[in-house]
Each structure stands twice: as structure tokens, then as C-alpha cells.
């Protein structure tokens, strides 16, 4: 019985207390952390994930197809304007120059005899004497003809003569007979004079053509040595190009700058356009962020940026906007949604830059974070961004911003117009006052004039 007696004694006073303790509830209200509108700076800015790059590097490639020389350059290392990167081996090249300078002093030494026509000129002269000597030698052909058909017409006429007088015998025997002997020498004579005239004017008709000949030959030559100045400016080209290559094949640094890739080491042949080494200026780094197209539209060229993340450290780095691109694209994000972005490039501040640099070993390809600042106010009333939520849809018409604001000791759900907004902070426009107190992230079972007790940050 006494057992009894002391577990209803016991019942009867944790219903005392609970009883108590709702009504203490009820008179001070649930705890909810608040905080005050305020008068302070506010700005709106995008924030976004970005990655450091150089906006040109100099690509160092093959000139030709060659055997290119062990590259002791490695990434990271420093090289000067004009400072030798690399180099395809020398023997290969200079073989190369000898050969071409050969043939061009070959061909120079072809035009140059070509040219002497001496000989030639000499040899005319003569075949013109002799043409000359020719026509002498056929007019006194030609003479000799007349000669010997003069001496023949005789011959034969005396014949007839001696005939007429042998038949009346005034003449004898013998001298009829020593006078056809007479003519048959002058036809004889004559018949060969008339051969050596025509050997002579056909001999002579060779002979003509005998300056001609040597008159075409110089011509000839004339044009040979076009051909040969052909070949030589050719041979030249040829020279120029293996001495350019030669040039070529000393590779220099365009800039100061610092090795960011080497793509070749070791001694080996290359077909031209092989990646070499790629040289950049890490004080012309800067940034590369993919914004929503939505976010982009209230930056501009200009705006001051806080660059910012494990990269960069502290204190946090400067910059500004340089360029935004005027074409968007579609982004996968990794949530596997389709995203429309924008590039946006961000320069540093140069001293940053540099502190960066230096202190941090910052280079191309690291990532960060950019907050673009897009507008901003020295003085407004603030409240924390996680005060406000939108309010209920009614008839499909969206009630806008609204908070919980405590009066007397209750919360009250109360209309806002909001002006800037960040992910921190809200510009209340209307709808509060400096000094009133507002839920901080209100709990989804906190109800329009429910008794609250606020706990206000950096208050007691």
C-alpha cells in the first residue's frame, strides 16, 4: 500500500510540473535567434567558380622536319626575350648551306663562261674572211669558164677551117689531125672549167652560211645563259631558304617569361610543328569564370571583383572585370543540368598579382572563386538574407517578400518591399524600420503570432 501511495504521490507531481512548464512556455515564448535592421553598406554581386590563365602563351614549335637538340629547359623555369629554347643540331643545317652555296657558285661559274664569247667572235670574223675569200675565188672561177669556153669556140672554129683546107688539100694530114687534138683539149678545159666554177659557187653557198652558224651559236648561248641566270636565281632562293632555316632552327624566347610546358627533351627527329615548349608571362595572368547567363547581365566591364579561395589565401586579392564575352554557351553543371554561361575574364590588381606570385606560387590553370560586385550602397537598412522568404501564392499571384517580425513579444508575418539582395544580406526598401527585430531563418512550424523570446546576436 505505501508503494502505492508513494507512485501516485510521484504521477501527480510530474503532471504539476509539466503543467508548469507549458504555461511558462506559453507566457515567454520558444526561443528563436533574431536580428536587427540596421543601417550599413550593402552590395550585390555574382559569385562564381573561376580558373587562372594567361590570354596568349607562346607556343615553341618544330620550323621543319629535323633531328632537334636534348632540351635541358624545364617547367617553371625563367627565360629572357631572344634567349635560345631550343635548337635543331646545327650539323644537319650547315651541310645544307654548303651544298646550296655550291650549286649557286657552280651556276655563277657557268653564266660567267657562258658569258665569254670571244672565241666566238673571233671564229666570225674568220668565217666572213672567208666568205670573202670565196667570192674572189668563185668570180675567178667564173673568169677561167669564160676562158676556157673562149679557147674551146676557137678550137672548134679552127677545126672547121683546117677541114675546108685539108679537102682542097692545102692542108695535111697531121695538121688536120694536131687541130682535133687542139679542140678536144679545149673541150676538155672547158668542161672542167665549168665543174670548178660550180664546185667553187657550192662551196661558196656553204660558205655563206658559215657567219650564220657562228651567229646563231652566240645566240644560242644568249640563251643559255638566261637558263643559267634562271637556274642560279633558283639556286639562290634555294640558299636563302637553307640559310633561313638554319636561322630557324635557333629557337628564341619572344618574351620574359617562365617555361609553363616542355612537350620534347631528349634528342630525337621531329616532322615540323611539333610542340616544343610553351613560354608565358605569368604577369599577364589572369582569370576565367563561366557565369549564368541570368547573373551576367548585371556586370559590366569595370566592376571591382574579390578573388578569393585556398588558392589565393589571405587577404583576400582585387581585380575588375576586363571582358565579357558576347556569346554564351551551354554548360553541363554536376548535377547534370543544362546550364546557359557566359565567360567573364577578371584582371588582377597588379600588386596582388605580384604578392601572389611571389608568396603563393600562384600559375596557370588554378582554381578560384570571383564575387563580381554589381552594385553597391554606402548606407541602407539590412537584414539577414535568411530572414526573408517569399510568401504564399494565392490565385496564382505571388505575395513577394515577407519576414517575421517580433512585436511584443510575438512574431508577426509582415510584408517587405526588398531592394539589393546578396547571399548574405537584404536591403529592406519598406516595410521595417532601423532597430526592429526580424527571425533569422525562421523554423517551418513557426506560425503568425506565436509568443516568441529572441535571441539576438552579439546581445545578452
Known amino acids: 500500500m505505501k508503494r502505492k501511495h508513494w507512485l501516485i504521490i510521484g504521477g501527480a507531481a510530474v503532471g504539476v510540473v509539466l503543467i508548469w512548464l507549458v504555461a511558462s512556455s506559453n507566457r515567454s515564448g520558444i526561443p528563436v535567434e533574431a536580428a536587427r535592421a540596421t543601417q550599413r553598406p550593402i552590395r550585390e554581386f555574382v559569385d562564381e567558380r573561376g580558373k587562372t590563365r594567361l590570354p596568349q602563351t607562346c607556343l615553341i614549335t618544330m620550323p621543319y622536319n629535323g633531328r632537334i637538340e636534348a632540351i635541358t629547359l624545364r617547367e617553371g623555369m625563367t627565360v629572357k626575350k631572344g634567349q635560345t629554347v631550343a635548337q635543331i643540331v646545327r650539323l644537319d643545317r650547315q651541310l645544307d648551306v654548303k651544298e646550296a652555296t655550291a650549286v649557286v657558285e657552280r651556276l655563277k661559274a657557268a653564266i660567267e663562261k657562258n658569258a665569254y664569247n670571244e672565241v666566238e667572235k673571233t671564229a666570225l670574223k674568220q668565217t666572213e674572211q672567208f666568205v670573202r675569200s670565196m667570192q674572189a675565188t668563185v668570180e675567178a672561177a667564173a673568169a677561167r669558164r669564160e676562158s676556157g669556153k673562149a679557147n674551146y669556140d676557137y678550137a672548134e672554129k679552127n677545126l672547121g677551117r683546117i677541114q675546108r683546107l685539108f679537102e682542097t688539100k692545102a692542108q695535111s ?10 679542140k678536144v683539149e679545149a673541150q676538155v678545159d672547158y668542161q672542167q672549167d665549168k665543174l670548178v666554177y660550180a664546185a667553187m659557187q657550192s662551196l661558196a653557198a656553204a660558205t655563206n652560211l658559215m657567219p650564220t652558224m657562228v651567229e646563231q651559236y652566240i645566240f644560242q648561248k644568249g640563251l643559255s645563259g638566261a637558263v643559267l641566270e634562271k637556274e642560279e636565281a633558283e639556286a639562290a632562293a634555294r640558299l636563302r631558304q637553307v640559310e633561313e632555316d638554319e636561322q630557324r632552327g635557333t629557337m628564341t624566347s619572344p618574351v620574359d617569361g617562365v617555361v609553363l610546358n616542355r612537350h620534347a627533351s631528349n634528342e630525337r627527329f621531329l616532322s615540323a610543328g611539333t610542340k616544343l615548349l610553351e613560354i608565358g608571362r605569368l604577369e599577364d595572368l589572369e582569370i576565367e569564370a563561366d557565369i549564368l547567363s541570368l547573373d551576367v547581365v548585371s556586370a559590366k566591364k569595370g566592376d571591382p571583383v574579390e578573388i578569393y579561395g585556398p588558392a589565393i589565401g589571405l587577404p583576400r586579392a582585387r581585380g575588375k572585370v576586363s571582358r565579357i564575352y558576347p556569346a554564351g554557351f551551354t ?7 543544362e546550364q546557359q554561361r557566359v565567360k567573364v575574364v577578371v584582371q588582377f590588381e597588379p600588386e596582388d598579382l605580384k604578392r601572389l606570385i611571389e608568396k603563393r606560387g600562384l600559375g596557370v590553370g588554378y582554381r578560384v572563386r570571383v564575387r563580381i560586385t554589381t552594385a553597391r550602397k554606402s548606407k541602407t537598412l539590412v537584414i539577414p538574407r535568411s530572414a526573408i522568404f517569399r510568401g504564399a501564392i494565392f490565385r496564382g499571384a505571388d505575395a ?5 517580425v517580433i512585436h511584443n513579444g510575438r512574431a508577426r508575418i509582415t510584408p517587405l518591399r526588398i531592394g539589393m539582395i546578396n ?30 523570446t529572441a535571441v539576438v546576436e552579439n546581445e545578452k
Not at 173 to 182: K, P, V
Not at 331 to 337: E, N, P, Q, T
Open 331 to 337: 554548360k553541363v553543371s554536376s548535377l547534370g543540368v
Open 400 to 404: 513577394g517578400w515577407q519576414a517575421y
Open 423 to 452: 547571399d548574405e544580406q537584404a536591403e529592406v526598401a519598406d516595410g521595417l524600420s532601423a532597430g526592429d527585430l526580424v527571425v533569422r531563418a525562421p523554423e517551418s512550424n513557426l506560425a503568425d503570432g506565436r509568443r516568441v
Open 173 to 182: 694530114r697531121d695538121q688536120l689531125d694536131l687541130t682535133i687534138l687542139a
